[in-house]
């Protein structure tokens, strides 16, 4: 065609002025019904010199999308199928599966996304890690997932930083009905991160379902601590959270589920949350202090010039809250070739036991301060190491400390969820035992015991009230 010394989209603007004067004139409009009874749907009316073009597109068009309607159904979890009976009476609802494989049970109500397509996994970089992923996948529940830590802490999960990279994951997710915009942002953000390891996903208001056949549980999800706020005033409003997820793991979740409790206090959630599942053993709930432990262990490293990986077994005694015990007379300082304590490497027992302590045990208010939000990358890391070690294990002479029940060890009174170097070999945790306890230290343990105590009093007339 010639070109007529006009633009395309002068010409284009021009034909689509002439198409909508001639489809508002009635007699257009009946034609057009006309057309459209006796021309074969492959055929387009047009006014334009244009017109072999715009066939020939829109027949490659037509034919691609109906390639790609064909493989796209291909790839979907369930199809719903209307079927007649066979009684030819009534009409009933089939559901195919992609294998095709029908049923006439109604699939449960929960949102579960098992992926599409295993096409996805198959041409993504990570191959090797998918196809390497062995047995079933474990179902692991994070609480507040729609908070600020489970952000963080549930990509990591979903990357394997916890199970292993060849465990596959289905993730539970539980929070609020007010909550639940939010986590459908979270949930399309699980798809698009595109990790193998994630089987799937359950996102839900309902404990009784997050807390179904459950391997693993992170309960995240509580009223966080505000600036100003002692963590005794969170204590009665998210004591009660405590109870009944305490009530739905008993009830749903596996016998040996592990449970880690994040959500503030969590010594004592974890003591509540334990008390209303006895059907688990105790030893499966687990409080947070890893956090703590981090902490004081970055803040050795600083102060000598070293990498973090350097400093070894820093305990954290007690409670996480202001209490707490930040132990380093244990401790080591570790290179390749030798091993000295961390107390004669830093020689100055003032800062280790004035400022040093007293920075840890008020480093989250001080998180609070400068930030206006509690720590939460920090937070869901600390959750991951905790997790990552119970399911794992600790090396040879190495511990880390958890919130666990207490057994009488080191004049802790019995039945507390108190912070402790525990080893752990087989999943199974136990306190490291004869560690040197000074009469400073011993002080510092008694104290902090007697504020789980008394915690522990407020939340059982909480719970009884
Ligand atoms: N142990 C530790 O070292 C440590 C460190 C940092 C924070 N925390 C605590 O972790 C908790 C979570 O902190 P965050 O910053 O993620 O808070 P956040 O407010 O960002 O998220 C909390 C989430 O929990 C949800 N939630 C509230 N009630 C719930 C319920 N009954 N069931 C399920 N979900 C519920 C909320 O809707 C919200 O989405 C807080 O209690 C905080 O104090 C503990």
Not at 240 to 260: M, R, T
Request: with cysteine; proline share 5%.
């Amino acid at each position: 065609m010639p070109w007529s010394g006009r633009s395309d989209h002068e010409e284009l603007d021009e034909e689509i002025d002439g198409f909508e004067e001639r489809r508002r004139c009635p007699s257009f409009r009946t034609r057009s019904r006309r057309w459209a009874r006796t021309r074969c749907p492959l055929q387009v009316h047009s006014t334009s010199n244009n017109a072999d073009v715009y066939l020939t597109v829109l027949k490659v068009g037509l034919a691609a999308g109906i390639l790609w309607l064909i493989s796209s159904r291909r790839g979907q979890l369930i199809v719903h199928t209307l079927a007649p009976a066979s009684n030819g009476r009534e009409s009933q609802i089939t559901f195919r599966d992609r294998t095709g494989s029908r049923s006439n049970a109604i699939p449960k109500p929960t949102v579960e996304l098992v992926y599409p397509s295993t096409k996805l996994h198959e041409d993504a970089p990570q191959t090797k890690t998918s196809k390497m992923a062995e047995g079933e996948p474990i179902r692991v529940v994070v609480t507040g997932a729609a908070g600020q830590i489970a952000y963080s802490l549930i990509s990591m999960i979903a990357n394997g930083d916890v199970f292993g990279k060849n465990q596959s994951v289905i993730l539970h997710l539980l929070d609020i009905p007010p909550a639940m915009g939010v986590l459908e942002g979270v949930c399309m953000e699980i798809d698009d991160l595109a990790l193998p390891l994630v089987k799937g996903y359950v996102k839900t208001t309902e404990p009784e379902v997050a807390f179904k056949d459950v391997d693993a549980a992170f309960l995240v999800g509580a009223m966080p601590r505000r600036e100003g706020m002692e963590r005794k005033d969170l204590l009665s409003a998210n004591v009660k959270i405590f109870k009944v997820q305490g009530e739905a793991l008993n009830k749903y979740a596996k016998k040996d589920v592990k449970v880690l409790v994040v959500g503030n206090p969590a010594n004592t959630n974890a003591l509540i949350c334990s008390f209303y599942a006895p059907s688990i053993p105790k030893e499966n709930f687990t409080a947070m202090t890893r956090l703590d432990q981090n902490r004081a262990q970055s803040a050795i490293a600083k102060r000598l010039g070293l990498c973090v990986s350097n400093v070894k077994n820093v305990t954290i005694w007690g409670n996480h809250s202001s209490t707490q015990f930040p132990d380093v007379f244990n401790a080591l300082v570790e290179s390749s070739n030798s091993s000295k304590s961390v107390y004669d490497s830093i020689n100055d027992s003032q800062w280790l036991e004035g400022d040093f302590i007293k920075t840890i045990q008020t480093r989250g208010a001080a998180v609070i301060q400068a930030r206006k939000m509690s720590s939460a990358m920090s937070a869901a890391k600390a959750a991951v190491d905790h997790m990552r070690d119970w399911w794992s294990g600790t090396p040879n002479g190495a511990w880390v400390s958890m919130g666990v029940i207490s057994d009488g060890s080191y004049g802790v009174p019995k039945d507390l969820i108190y912070s402790l170097p525990v080893s752990i070999s087989n999943k199974q945790w136990k306190i490291v035992q004869g560690l040197k306890i000074t009469d400073f230290a011993k002080t510092k343990l008694d104290l902090t015991a007697k504020e789980l105590l008394e915690e522990k009093e407020e939340a059982m007339a909480v719970c009884n009230a």
